[in-house]
C-alpha cells in the first residue's frame, strides 16, 4: 500500500501530463486553422487550386454553350433553281421506361405497342410484325428503341404524319440533311455532302465528299456561332450576367452553268443507251463554243443524290479524275497541227492500210486499206496511216510541241478534286507516231474539251468552267464572278476554219465514216474515234468489247455554237446498232435541244409534202427521205393509212412528217419533240393528249414500243 506521499506526486505527474497534451493539440489545431486560414486566403485572393481556376470552373459549371448552327449555301443551275440546298431529317425513337411521365401526370412512354407498330409502319420502311418485335425488346429495362435504317432520315412531311396519330412516347431529334431534289443530276459534278461529327467538339456538320461539294466546301459550309448564358441550378438565367453571343455565318451560294433542260434530257438519252449495251463507262460534255461554259455534264456508273443509289461505284468524276487513250479523236489535234505548222498538203497520197516505222507496224482499222488516197480523204476514213506519216513530217519535236500547246499532260485547274494531268509515252519513233492517232497517250475529258475550244473558237482557247458566280446569301450580292478565260492560242483562225472543214467531210462525205451525226437543219463538223482499252498490264484487251468508242462534235460547223464529247467505254454491243449509232442517239438530241433553246439560226430549206396516202410504206418513206423530212413511221403496217402533214403543204426539210401505217402501231419515244409535234402525232393517232408546260417533252406516260389504240391517253410534261 502506497504512502500518502506518494500518492500526492502521482497526481501531480497527471496533471502535468493532461497539460502537456492540452498544450499539444491547442498547438496542433492552431497551427492546422492558421494553415487552412492561410490556404483560404491564398484560393480566395488567386482563386486557383492545383492549377485550375476555380472562377473559370464555376463560371463554366453554371454556363451552358449553345451552338448555333451555320446554314450550308446551295447550289443553283444556271436559271436559279436549286440543285443542292439545306434541309432537316429526323430520326425516330420510342421510349418504353413507364416512370417517364409528364408533369400533368401523363406517359411520355409507349402506351399501346400494337397500335404504335400499326402507324409506324404506314409511314415508314418497317413491317407492323417487325415494329412491334422492336417495341417488345428482350431487355425489360430497356429505356429506348431505335428503329434502324427505317427510323432515320424522316422527312418532315411523314414525321407530321406520325405526329398527327398523337402517339405518346414516340419521339424525334432534328438533323441537318442535304436535300437534291433532281435525283440523277450531274450528279458527280455537283457531289454530295454528307454529316459528319467533329471528335474534339462533337458538333455535327455537312461535309462536302466530291464534285463542286468538296472543291468548295469551305466556302458553302460557312462558320457556327454560339450563345453564352449563366443558370442557376434550377435551370433559371442568373440576372445581371451578360450573355456572350457570336452569330452564325451562312455558307455562300453557288450558281453553276448547268442549263437543267438541257441535263435532264441528256441524263435520259444516257440512260437510254445504257440500258441498251450497259457500257463500263459513259461521259458526255456540251460546251458553249466560245467561252467554255459547261452546259451539260453527265456520267455514267453514277448516283441518285437524293438517295444515294450507286454511289458506292461512281465515286470517280470522270470529267477530271479519269484519264483514257482517245483514240481517233486525238486526230482532230494532228490535223490541226500539221496545217499549222505548214507541213500538211491534202492533196498528196499515201499508201494506206500499213506503214511500217522503225520496224514497227502501223495499221488502218481496215488493214486491207484503200489503196494510194489523199490525207483530206484519210482524215475523212479515219486513217490510222494517214496520221502517222503527218507526226513523221512534222517530227517529234514539233508533235509534242503542240500537244502541249493544246493543253495536254497538265491541269486545266479546274478546282475540282483530283484533277489529273494525263501522260504519254514518247521515247521511241512507234510511240510518238502512235499518239498520232490517240495511243499512248491519256487525258482527261476536261482536257479534251479545253483543246476541242481552240478548233471551235477560231483558234483561242478557253478553259471549261461550270461555275458563274458566288454569291453572299445575306444581301445576294456576288462575291467571285467566273467566266470566260483565255488559256492560249495553238492555231491560227484559218487553221481552226480548215479543220473544221475537214470535219465536215466526216459527215457529209460519201466515204466519211459520220453520217450518222447529220442533223437536218444544221451543218455539223464531227470526228468519231475507236481507242482500244488498256488491259492494265501494258497492253491492250481483247475482244468485240474493249474499245472506248467517242465522238467530238461542233455545231453550226461554220460558226459553232456549241461543242460536244461523247465517250462510251466497252459496251456490249448486240449487233442491231453500232457504236456510232448509239453515241449518235445522245448525241442528235441533245445539241438540237441546246441550239433550239439558244435560237441558233438554221440552214432551213422549205419543200413541198408530197402525197403517200394508200401508197406501200417502203416507197414513201423513200419519197419523203429523199424530200429531206424527218419521217416518223408509226406501226409496222405496208401501207400508209394517213400522213401530217398534208400533201401540198410547205415544210422546212428539217420537221417531223408522220406516216400512219395501216397496222401494228407502237408508241415512238417523243423526248425533245416540240409541242406541235406531239400534238400531230395526237391527232393523227387519236391518242388523247393531257399536257403541261410548253417547249419540248421531257416525259412520256406511254413507255417506248408499247401498244397503241385511238383513245390512250398519253400525258406529257414539256419543259
Known amino acids: 500500500m502506497k504512502e500518502p506521499s506518494d500518492r500526492s ?49 464555376a463560371e463554366k459549371l453554371y454556363t451552358q454553350t449553345q451552338t448555333l448552327k451555320a446554314k450550308r449555301g446551295s447550289i443553283y443551275d444556271a436559271n436559279g433553281n436549286p440543285i443542292a440546298e439545306d434541309t432537316s431529317t429526323y430520326s425516330l425513337y420510342a421510349v418504353l421506361d413507364k416512370q417517364q411521365k409528364g408533369l400533368n401526370g401523363k406517359p411520355l412512354y409507349v402506351v399501346n405497342k400494337t397500335k404504335t407498330a400499326r402507324v409506324l409502319a404506314k409511314y415508314l420502311p418497317i413491317t407492323e410484325k417487325k415494329a412491334l418485335k422492336i417495341l417488345s425488346p428482350k431487355d425489360k429495362q430497356a429505356f429506348q428503341v431505335e428503329f434502324g435504317s427505317a427510323g432515320t432520315n424522316i422527312s418532315l412531311l411523314t414525321k407530321k404524319k406520325i405526329e398527327a396519330a398523337k402517339l405518346p412516347g414516340i419521339d424525334f431529334v432534328q438533323k441537318q440533311a442535304r436535300l437534291y431534289p433532281n435525283g440523277v443530276f450531274s450528279s458527280n459534278l455537283i457531289g454530295v455532302a454528307v454529316s459528319e461529327t467533329n471528335k474534339k467538339t462533337g458538333t455535327a456538320n455537312l461535309v462536302g465528299q466530291m464534285g463542286i461539294e468538296k472543291a468548295f466546301n469551305k466556302t458553302l459550309a460557312g462558320q457556327n456561332g454560339f450563345k453564352n448564358a449563366q443558370y442557376d441550378v434550377y435551370g433559371y438565367k442568373l440576372p445581371g450576367k451578360q450573355q456572350k453571343e457570336k452569330p452564325a455565318k451562312n455558307g455562300n451560294n453557288i450558281y453553276t452553268t448547268i442549263d437543267s433542260r438541257i441535263q ?43 438517295t444515294l443509289k450507286g454511289i458506292g461505284s461512281a465515286w470517280t468524276n470522270t470529267l477530271s479524275s479519269d484519264m483514257y487513250e482517245p483514240g481517233s479523236t486525238m486526230k482532230v489535234f494532228t490535223l490541226s497541227s500539221a496545217i499549222n505548222s505548214g507541213h500538211y498538203n491534202g492533196t498528196d497520197t499515201y499508201e494506206s492500210g ?111 468552267y461550270f461555275i458563274s458566280k458566288i454569291t453572299n446569301p445575306a444581301n445576294n450580292k456576288t462575291i467571285k464572278q467566273y467566266g470566260k478565260q483565255v488559256v492560249g492560242h495553238p492555231i491560227t483562225a484559218a487553221t481552226a476554219k480548215a479543220v473544221r472543214k475537214h470535219m465536215q467531210d466526216v459527215v457529209y462525205k460519201s466515204y466519211g465514216i459520220g453520217a450518222d451525226y447529220k442533223i437536218k437543219g444544221y451543218r455539223v463538223a464531227a470526228k468519231t474515234g475507236t481507242a482500244q482499252v488498256s488491259n492494265g498490264m501494258g497492253g491492250y484487251a481483247s475482244g468485240d468489247d474493249s474499245y472506248l468508242y467517242s465522238v467530238a462534235g461542233m455545231v453550226p460547223a461554220n460558226n459553232p455554237r456549241y461543242v460536244m464529247f461523247i465517250t462510251m467505254k466497252q459496251p456490249k454491243l448486240t449487233g442491231t446498232k453500232t457504236a456510232t449509232q448509239l453515241l449518235a442517239e445522245i448525241f442528235k438530241p441533245v445539241i438540237t435541244r441546246a441550239l433550239q433553246n439558244s435560237n441558233t439560226k438554221q440552214a432551213t430549206v422549205k419543200r ?28 409496222s403496217g405496208d401501207s400508209i393509212l394517213k400522213q401530217s402533214p398534208s400533201a401540198g403543204t410547205t415544210q422546212a426539210e428539217q420537221k417531223r412528217v408522220f406516216l400512219l401505217t395501216n397496222k401494228g402501231w407502237k408508241m415512238p419515244r417523243i423526248i425533245g419533240w416540240s409541242k406541235a409535234d406531239v400534238e400531230k402525232f395526237c391527232s393523227l393517232t387519236g391518242l388523247k393528249l393531257e399536257s403541261t408546260g410548253s417547249g419540248y417533252a421531257d416525259s412520256q406516260s406511254i413507255n417506248f414500243e408499247k401498244s397503241i389504240d385511238t383513245g390512250d391517253v398519253l400525258k406529257v410534261n414539256f419543259e
Open 608 to 635: 413541198q409534202v408530197p402525197t403517200v396516202t394508200y401508197q406501200t410504206t417502203t416507197y414513201a418513206k423513200r419519197v419523203m427521205n429523199e424530200k429531206g423530212f424527218n419521217v416518223v413511221t408509226i406501226g
Open 354 to 464: 500499213r506503214y511500217s516505222i522503225d520496224g514497227k507496224i502501223v495499221p488502218d482499222w481496215n488493214p486491207a486499206g484503200w489503196g494510194y488516197i489523199t490525207y483530206n480523204k484519210g482524215f475523212a476514213l479515219s486513217s490510222n496511216v494517214a496520221m502517222a506519216h503527218l507526226e513523221q513530217q512534222m517530227g517529234p519535236k514539233t508533235w509534242k510541241k503542240y500537244i502541249k500547246r493544246f493543253g495536254f499532260l497538265k491541269s486545266t485547274n479546274s478546282g475540282l478534286p483530283g484533277e489529273l494531268t494525263g501522260r504519254i509515252q514518247f521515247n521511241y519513233p512507234i510511240e510518238q507516231a502512235d499518239t498520232s492517232f490517240g495511243q499512248g497517250i491519256e487525258v482527261t475529258t476536261l482536257q479534251m474539251m479545253q483543246a476541242l475550244s481552240a478548233v471551235s473558237n477560231n483558234g483561242t482557247m478557253m478553259k471549261p
Open 264 to 306: 435532264t434530257l441528256l441524263e435520259s438519252e444516257m440512260n437510254s443507251v445504257q440500258s441498251q449495251v450497259h457500257p463500263a463507262g459513259m461521259n458526255a460534255v456540251l460546251m458553249d463554243a466560245k467561252t467554255g461554259k459547261i452546259v451539260a455534264a453527265s456520267q455514267r456508273p453514277t448516283f441518285n443524290a437524293a
Open 9 to 57: 506526486a502521482d497526481k501531480l505527474n497527471a496533471r502535468k501530463s493532461r497539460k502537456i497534451v492540452g498544450i499539444s493539440l491547442f498547438l496542433a489545431f492552431f497551427l492546422l486553422f492558421a494553415f487552412l486560414g492561410s490556404r483560404l486566403l491564398v484560393i480566395a485572393v488567386g482563386k486557383n487550386v492545383k492549377n485550375v481556376n476555380l472562377n473559370d470552373r
